[in-house]
C-alpha cells in the first residue's frame, strides 16, 4: 500500500498544477464550511444566551386573576344539584386582591425544590410596581428583589451591568440598579438619590450603584432591581413575602413535564422556558439546517471538481496505467492508486481549509460589532468547537472518496492491451 | 532448473467479435524452452501480436491451454496473473513505455518494490545493477522522458529484467529503433539468452533480427507454419 500512495504522490506532483486547483477546491469548502458553521453557533449561542442565560428554566408564580368561580356559585353548588338550571345568581362582585400575587409558602416551596435531585438552582425573586418621582412626574417602573449572589452566578447578572459593580446592590442598603433607559430619563448618575413611591403610596429614597442595560430598550425604560430585603421593606412586607420562584434545572429538556408537576403539586402558575421561548428553539434551528445545507453543498461541488480533474489525469495517463498493468500492477492496485491520490487531495485540502478556516472565524471573531441590543459583545460572535473541524473533515474525506471511486473503478478496467496495441 | 517448458501453448484459438466473428489465432501451439531466443515473423494482421498478448496473460478472452512454467493462466482470477506477470514475464514494448513521471531508477525498481520480495533498498541495488549491465547507470537519476529512444528501451528491457523472470516478450522491441541502436538491443537479449538463461519471445518483422534468434517461428493467417 505504501508503494501505492507514493506512486499517487508522484504522479500529483507531476500535475501540480491540476492537483492544486482541485485541493484548492476542497480547501475552500471546507474554510467556508467551517467558517460558515463556527459564525453561525456563534451568533445562536450569544441569541439564545440573551435570553436563555437571563430566563429560568421554570418560573413558579401567582397569576393575578379572578377567581374562576365566585363563592355564592360554589356555596349553590355544595347544597344543590348541580345541573339545576333553574336558578341563576348575578353576583360576580368578587374580585382579586393584591395579596394573590404572594406564593403562599414560598419558603417551604424552597426547601422542597433544594432537595429535588433534578434541580441546579432555586432563586426567589420578589416583583412589585413602583413609581420614580422625577421632578413633577412620575415614572412608572418594576422593580424586583433579588438574591444578588445567586443572579450573578445563574443569571448572569453581572453581564449586563455596564456601571457599577453587582456587590454593592448586594451589600448596600436601600440600594438599587436602574435600567438604562430609566436612568437617562431620570439623569440619575451613581451616587444619586432617587424617590420612589409604592402602589400604595408609601414613599422611600433609595441610592443608585449601578445601571443594566439589557439589550431590549423597552425592558430597559421601565425595570430595576434591589435586594429582596430592600423590596420587602419598601412594601412593609414579612421576610417570607416572594411573588416568583426561579427553577434552573440540570437538565433544560425536563422543564415542561417538570413545569406541569410543580404546578399540580403547590397549586401555582408554571411557566417553563420553551413554552415561553418557543421562538427561539426554532429559530436556531432553521439557522443550523441552513449553515449545514450550504456547507454540504459547497462540499459536493468540490467533490465533483476532484471527479471531473481525476477523469481528465486518468486520460492523460492511460499509458502509465497500461504499463503499470503489463509490469504486473493487478486492477485493484491501479484503482487503490488513483483512489489514493484522490484521497491526497482530499485531505491536503482538508487540512489546509482547517487552518484558513481557524484564520477566517479568528478573522471574523476580530471584526468589532458594537451595537446597543447586545451590551456584552464588542466583536462577532465565533464558536470555535472542534465538534465542526471533525464534521468538516470527516465530509470532506467521504466526498473525496466518493469523487475519486468512479473515476479508479474506471481506471481499474482500462484494458493494456487495447493501449499498448493502439499505438 | 526444472525440466519444464518456460512457456506451453496448446492449441489456442481466438475470435475478433465485432462487428463480425473473425478467427484470428487457429489451433497455435508451440513452446519455448529455457533459455531458448525465439522470434515470432509473420506479415501484419497474422496474429502474431495477438499471440503475444495472450501469452503475456493480458488478454483472456481466447480458448486452449496457455502454461507458465508449467502453471495453467486459463481461467485463473486477475490478482493470480498480475502476479505471475509480475514475477514471471518481462516486457519489452515498440514504444518504451516508461513512466514519464519516475526517475529512470524508480522506473526500474517499480515492479520489484510491487513483488515485495525484497526489501527497497535491495531492489535499488538490482536495479542499479541491471542498469549497470545495460551501460545506463549513469542515466539513473535522470526523469525518463529526458532520454533517447534507444536509452529508453535500454531502461525499458532493465525493468523486464529487475525481478529475474522466467521469460522476456517483446511486441517489436527494435521496430521503433535506428540500426546502431537495434543492434545494442539485439546484443543484450543474446547476452540474456546465453549468459543468463532467461527465455524470450520476441514478436518482429525485422528479418535480419529473426534469423539470427535461436529460432523463428513463422506465421501465417493466425496459424504457425514452422
Redesign the interface.
Known sequence: MRLLISIAITILRAKLKQSVVAAVGVMFSITMFVTLLGFMNGLNDLLDGLILNRTPHIRLYNELKASPEQPVARAWREKHDAADTTVHHFIRSVKPKSELQKLRNALGIMRTLEKDPRVLDVTPRLVAQVFFNVGTTDLNAQISGIEVEQEVRYYMFADYLVEGEARDLATGNNAVVLGKGLADMMAANIGDVVQVTTAVGDRALLRVTGIFQSGIADYDKVQCYASIRTVQELLGRPGSYLTDINVKLKDIGQAPAMARELAQRFDVDALDIETANAQFETGTQVRNIISYAVGVVLLVVSGFGIYNILNMLIYEKLDSIAILKATGFSGGDVRRIFLALSMVIGAVGAVGGLLFGFIMQHIIDNIPFVTQALPTVSTFPIDYDPKYYLIAVTFALLTTWVAGWFPARKAAEVDPVEIIRGK | MSNTNALEVVKVNKSFHDPVTVPVLKDVSLEVRRGEFVSVTGKSGCGK?TLL?IL?T??TDYTGEVLIDGEATAGAD??RL??I???KIG?V???H??????SVL?NVM??G????RKSAAEVEADAMDRLRQLDMADQALKMANQLSGGQKQRVAIA?ALI?DPLIIMG?EPTGNLDKKNSEIVFSIFEHIATEHKRSLLIVTHDVDFAARTHRNIEMEDGRVLR
Do not use: C, H, V
Not at chain 2, 113 to 116: D, F, H, I, Q, V
Open positions: 501480436s498478448y503475456s493480458m488478454d486477475k490478482g498480475a502476479r506477470r509480475n514475477e516486457f514494448f515498440q514504444f513505455y516508461l513512466l514519464p513521471e519516475f524508480r517499480l515492479p518494490l510491487k513483488l515485495g525493468r525481478n511486441d
